[in-house]
């Protein structure tokens, strides 16, 4: 470093350098210098708070005093039950979920992006699930994505003191999954899986101090940082409550008003929460070296106990004093510079006076100052966190540090009479206040942390060095190249979350416009991953950049050369596969295109630094297509840094354990020797073993042209499927792509040893595909059912008899998968077929295509669906039946939020499959109108999203409004270029009818949605519907639809009692909002988009009653009134709509409408509750 | 007020249509008592040819009176007129 100083004093001299430049850097030499060995630089950092999914918007909840305690959220509640029925005497009606801060999504995980299956994502414990994805991205967020962290010496020091219900869950009821569960289940595997999955070399493991865990987890990281026994870290805290249930799981502290009222008087506990915060670590002279972006910077730390104290659990004031007063020594600094101190608090009468008075006994060691420090508690805000609730206090502090601002801690109105902060150093942040220090004197703060467990930690944080200054002294002697063009690549798994990145870059447009261009570029392409779904941009500026990733927004994702803008997919295949699709390559041939872009690149930094901007256009078209850049060589010779930039974005694919799917134990034991002899046994079970309802269930096979599949391939694609959970396989899937592992292999072995076929599971290994497993064991003699033992020829019967029963059903199978798997396969065309009609023809409809006006029933899709249902002879009523049709009221809107919800009883894929639907989602269309044709001869129906601004008959949104919408495709006519579609007119009237769209308009409206919505969020395309004929089907009977109906409804009696509570909210909001004519202005789309659902949802269960207790039944009259209520409010509500004139006369009797609303609908449910008790009693 | 002849009336109530719903085009092949949901009318623009109305021939239903039905064929809606003018 003296030598770098020496270098600017010569320039200076030589009249190379600016007087002021030099200062500058000089001054940024210094600070380099003064980071102590002991400071440590968080580098990355990603949270997930209740109400919050990155600090930002954390951030933006403090400095709002934002309460972010709710109910559990509906959708959680269903994922609960299980748990609570399983482990709680509880009976269903004496439910009380609790308040608390809740996460969304806890059920949303990328299973493929780790190459889980999503089978074993499923039984994959949420906090492990949550905690890996938050890594993961704290990684990025350091810029140490991709390779970059591959074989370092990071070590991972998780804070987790969970009390383990998802793993006895499954003990308990599902048995038989333990195997496969036991990773996802494992506390200590959350740590080890990050370090496998990255190759991280570090010790990985789990701090438990219960509620200081993950501070202490911290305080280690750190420690093992100055000890180097690792040079990175990744560390933090992950909560989720699986059974927030009042009255359970209380430890006695828990607050009574759902406020956690820290340092308040009138503070009588806390209320929990749930979040996960990972951080990346690294000593601060090697971050400043590497030149790492640096959130904030640790001085020091310190964790003691209480020792033998009032109580286990009692906090000892004195343990404290002595904590903080260790930790600032540690910090070497003086705790005069101390602005505030995040505390445990905890807001408990006896906790938080002893916490602020050991807080002011240790500063009163130092300084005799009063009310100077700032204190405050994340525990208003977001609840306890338990484990977690160190972390999220620090990310609070490291929030605070960053924007320079004191937030304000909640729920305070007069100071605890316990405390007396006018006599003491602290004084309570009540309010948003810019954090001012002295000159030259960086923000410092304090986090503390005690746990019930008896070790207390405490934190002590510095702001991260200036930037600017950090960023001169490192931009030494370069030319700075504004405009001299770079190649800059994002990528993802797949298409959706590459959209949602871009996104993501969109949304913090403003911040990255301050970023340098070089250093944007150098982190996109280096600190992150390289994969499938390509994104190559040739820019000259950051702003340009961000311009033609708005273009991509606008326009789609495609290649446009001339804006610089490259895109295209590809997936890595085997050499054995035949008829590849577009972007299908083998390993060799990538290896091969990315060493030509070596060779580029050494030519094109050959002769000068810069790239011509040929070369990068070149370089864009290989990447795309999978060639590997090598940036290093790119960014050779330069001195870049690493920025903050936005980080994957993950595949919210839902993963819960299936709470019905409750096995047998004995089904699925494994038990070896009874198969191996018994013939008989050893021919049914391969095809009864697995989940009850899936017994029959044959896996979707695809990957061959003639799509003929032998017995073996079939026998291997069923194991898989149960094993790997996926239903949809291609013989040429890598078994560990799919979330394989050697745990599986092992599994898989034994599987097929039950169904007498023998495949070492080390051979899977070589040959992964169910391709090349199978051709390996057709190739043996005796068809791989070659075995030493004794049973040789009991077992070769068996396995013959099997071939034989199997090829019987493949037939069946065969015929459906075919056709699905040639469409998937081949080039699609219209080949002619000239066994089969419909494949030649010109003129093609689908006949019994019948529309359905009966109902609105939830959205378009439905009225698309119901004409194919009853097309292939299925009754509509399961669907109708299948609802708990539920006011509710969505957290966080600002208007009002209330909505009409269908909460589905059994999943939509369980109806599809009990009508003898497979509903194929598709992604995208590749080329709309022949994919529609091609599926259609095949007897498919197909539903379609669209743009339906693109519709001509629309006579309502035609080119005047964008729409999303689905059309049913139920026939096309070659000579007239056109589909026959059933489609209405104008929305939300039942006028469906047959009629048709040219072929060019369709292709326009799906191009229309595709633009319009699929950009946005991640949906299907279309929906191929294949019937399976031959499948045993039977129409559903009145009276067990209605005992069906009945007992499921009950079940859910909580739901229906507590849509009665949100219905309450809602009238109230309906008066309140109607009280002043601007405020009725306001929301008056709101609310009749609201009746409008409400109407809609009257009708459906109209319908519903109708057809169970007929016209005449008392329940129907009840029924009836409380639609027309809500049918006077409409109208009055509508009236105001087209005619805005405020008449109090006319509203007073709207509000007289929703009292006599309210009544009418509670009379209703306790009718219809009383109604379903007595089917249930009285109907056989 | 003067009472109009039944042909005015008509010719009043089928401009009022047209200027309430999507296609006016449409009504020229409407019978008398045809339905009208063909023409696109649904409950909610019902309240619009109900308020239309209601500025045009100078009548006023309470919400609570409001029945689509009388409002579903041309015929019906000048039955409707004629009986609520005679009480006002």
Redesign the interface.
């Known amino acids: 470093m003296d030598n770098v100083a020496g270098q600017i004093f010569e320039h200076v001299a030589a009249g190379r350098m600016d007087e002021q430049v030099a200062v500058q850097l000089l001054r940024a030499l210094k600070q380099q210098r003064h980071a102590s060995d002991k400071d440590i630089a968080i580098i990355g950092l990603s949270l997930r708070m209740p109400g919050a999914n990155n600090l930002k918007q954390f951030w933006d909840n403090l400095a709002h005093g934002r309460d972010c305690i709710g109910l559990l959220p509906e959708a959680r509640q269903q994922d609960s039950l299980g748990f609570i029925r399983s482990f709680t005497p509880l009976r269903d009606e004496e439910i009380r979920f609790s308040h608390g801060g809740f996460m969304k999504g806890i059920d949303e995980f990328d299973y493929a992006f780790f190459n889980l299956s999503p089978k074993e994502a499923a039984l994959m414990d949420p906090n492990q699930r949550l905690f890996l994805q938050a890594a993961w991205e704290a990684i990025e967020d350091a810029g140490y994505g991709g390779s970059r962290i591959q074989g370092s010496k990071t070590g991972i020091y998780l804070g987790y003191a969970d009390w383990p219900v998802y793993g006895q869950y499954i003990t308990k009821n599902q048995p038989s999954q333990i195997p496969m569960a036991s990773t996802g289940n494992t506390p200590s595997i959350i740590a080890g899986r990050i370090a496998y999955l990255l190759d991280l070399q570090g010790p990985a493991l789990l701090v438990d101090t219960a509620c200081s865990s993950s501070l202490v987890a911290v305080h280690t990281a750190c420690m093992a940082l100055r000890n180097k026994e690792c040079e990175m870290a990744i560390t933090g805290g992950v909560k989720v409550c699986l059974m927030p249930v009042d009255g359970l799981f209380e430890i006695g502290i828990e607050s009574t008003n759902q406020k956690t009222s820290a340092f308040d008087d009138g503070s009588d506990g806390t209320v929990w929460g749930e979040g996960t915060v990972a951080l990346l670590l690294k000593p601060l002279r090697q971050a400043l070296k590497d030149r790492d972006p640096i959130h904030a910077v640790i001085r020091g730390s310190a964790a003691n106990q209480d020792g033998t104290s009032v109580g286990l659990t009692a906090p000892n004031a004195a343990s404290q004093e002595l904590l903080l007063s260790q930790a600032w020594e540690d910090a070497g600094i003086h705790p005069e510079t101390i602005g505030y101190i995040e505390a445990h608090g905890t807001g408990t009468k006896l906790g938080d006076p002893i916490e602020a008075d050991g807080i002011k006994r240790a500063f009163r060691r130092y300084t005799t100052r009063r009310q100077f420090c700032a204190i405050g508690s994340v525990k208003t805000n977001i609840g306890h966190l338990d484990a977690a609730s160190g972390v999220a206090g620090l990310a609070k502090a490291i929030a605070a540090l960053k924007y320079k601002q004191l937030p304000p801690t909640l729920h305070f109105t007069r100071p605890n009479r316990n405390i007396a902060f006018e006599q003491s150093p602290l004084y309570v942040s009540d309010r948003l206040e810019p954090w001012l220090t002295e000159a030259e004197q960086p923000r410092r703060c304090g986090v503390s942390s005690f746990g019930f467990s008896g070790t207390n930690c405490h934190i002590v944080l510095e702001e991260a060095p200036d930037e600017l200054e950090v960023k001169s002294a490192q931009r030494t002697f370069e030319d700075v190249g504004a405009s001299e063009p770079q190649l800059l690549l994002l990528s993802a798994k797949t298409r959706a979350s590459l959209e949602r990145l871009v996104m993501r870059y969109a949304k913090e447009r403003s911040r990255l416009l301050q970023a340098d261009f070089l250093d944007l570029s150098y982190t996109v392409n280096t600190g992150r991953g390289q994969y499938g779904c390509r994104l190559a941009i040739i820019a000259d500026s950051t702003a340009g950049f961000l311009d033609q990733l708005q273009w991509v927004m606008d326009h789609g994702f495609a290649s446009y050369e001339k804006q610089g803008i490259y895109y295209d997919e590809h997936r890595v295949v085997s050499a054995r596969k035949e008829a590849r699709q577009n972007g299908e390559w083998t390993a060799e041939e990538l290896k091969a295109r990315s060493q030509a872009m070596a060779a580029l690149i050494l030519r094109g930094t050959g002769a000068e630094q810069r790239m011509n901007r040929s070369v990068l256009e070149e370089l864009a078209k290989q990447a795309i297509h999978g060639g590997v850049v090598n940036w290093d060589a790119l960014y050779e010779g330069r001195s870049c840094s690493k920025l903050h930039l936005p980080v994957y974005a993950f595949e919210p694919s839902r993963c819960w354990i299936e709470l019905s799917a409750e096995t047998s134990v004995h089904a699925a034991a494994p038990s070896l020797s009874v198969n191996a002899v018994d013939g008989a046994g050893a021919v049914r079970h391969p095809l009864s073993a697995g989940a009850g309802s899936a017994a029959s269930r044959l896996p979707q096979l695809s990957g061959r042209h003639d799509g003929s599949y032998t017995a073996i391939e079939w026998q291997l694609a069923k194991r898989w499927e149960e094993l790997l959970g996926v239903n949809e396989l291609s013989i040429d899937d890598d078994f560990f792509e799919l979330g394989g592992n050697s745990i599986l292999v092992i599994r898989m072995e034994v599987e097929l040893e039950k169904a007498g076929i023998s495949l070492d599971s080390e051979l899977m290994y070589r040959y992964p595909t169910i391709r090349e497993a199978a051709a390996y064991l057709e190739q043996l003699p005796g068809e791989g059912i070659e075995s030493p033992r004794k049973e040789v020829d009991i077992q070769s019967t068996a396995h013959a008899s099997f071939s034989k029963e199997s090829n019987h059903r493949e037939q069946t199978a065969l015929a459906q998968t075919a056709a699905a798997s040639e469409l998937h396969e081949a080039p699609v065309g219209i080949e002619a077929r000239e066994c089969d009609n419909p494949s030649t023809s010109t003129l093609f409809m689908l006949s019994n295509i019948e529309p359905f006006n009966d109902l609105y029933y939830r959205n378009c899709f439905y009225n698309s669906l119901f004409p194919v249902v009853a097309h292939f002879g299925g009754s509509i009523l399961p669907y109708l039946f299948n609802d708990l049709i539920l006011y509710h009221r969505g957290d966080g809107e600002e208007s009002g939020g209330y909505e009409i919800r269908y909460e589905e009883i059994e999943s939509q894929e369980s109806l599809f499959h009990q009508m003898n639907l497979n509903v194929e989602a598709q992604g995208s269309f590749t080329d709309t109108i022949e994919e529609l044709i091609g599926s259609l001869r095949q007897g498919h129906p197909v539903i379609v999203w669209v743009d339906a601004y693109a519709i001509p008959s629309r006579?309502?949104v035609y080119q005047q409004e964008h729409v999303d919408h689905t059309l049913l495709v139920y026939g096309f006519d070659l000579a007239e270029q056109c589909f026959h579609i059933i489609e209405h007119?104008?929305r939300?009237?039942l006028?469906y009818k047959p009629c048709t769209i040219s072929f060019t308009d369709m292709d326009k409206a799906c191009e229309g949605f595709k633009a319009q919505y699929q950009q946005l969020e991640h949906r299907p395309a279309y929906y191929r519907i294949i019937h399976r004929e031959n499948a045993r089907y039977a129409q559903p009977e009145r009276d067990a639809l209605r005992r069906a109906f009945a007992s499921r409804q009950l079940e859910h009696r909580v739901q229906l009692q507590e849509s009665m509570t949100v219905l309450q909210q809602l009238v109230a909001w309906l008066k309140q909002v109607s009280s002043t004519a601007k405020s009725l202005s306001d929301q008056i789309d709101t609310i009749?988009e609201i009746l409008?659902q409400i109407?809609n949802a009257k009708q459906v269960e109209g319908y519903r009653l109708l057809y169970l207790y007929g016209a005449d039944s008392s329940l129907l009259v009840c029924h009836r009134a409380c639609v027309e209520h809500w049918?006077?409010v409409?109208?009055?509500m509508?009236?105001y709509?087209?005619?805005p004139i405020y008449q109090e006369e006319?509203i007073t009797?709207?509000h007289a409408?929703l009292e006599h609303l309210i009544v009418a609908e509670q009379k209703f449910l306790s009718e219809f509750i009383n109604q379903l008790q007595f089917t249930l009693t009285h109907n056989h | 007020m003067t009472m109009e002849t039944k042909d005015e009336l008509r010719q009043r109530v089928i401009d009022l249509l047209k200027d309430n719903v999507d296609d006016p085009s449409l009504l020229d092949e409407c019978g008398l008592d045809d339905d009208l949901s063909s023409l696109g009318i649904n409950s909610l623009t019902f309240i619009k040819l109900v308020i239309a109305t209601e500025m045009e021939f100078g009548v006023s239903w309470s919400d609570e009176d409001l029945d689509f039905r009388n409002f579903s064929t041309i015929n019906q809606i000048m039955n409707y007129i004629s009986l609520n003018q005679g009480e006002q």
């Open positions: 006579k309502d007119d104008r939300e009237n006028s009749i409008n109407l049918e006077t409409r109208k009055g509508v009236r709509f087209y005619a006319r009797a709207i409408r």
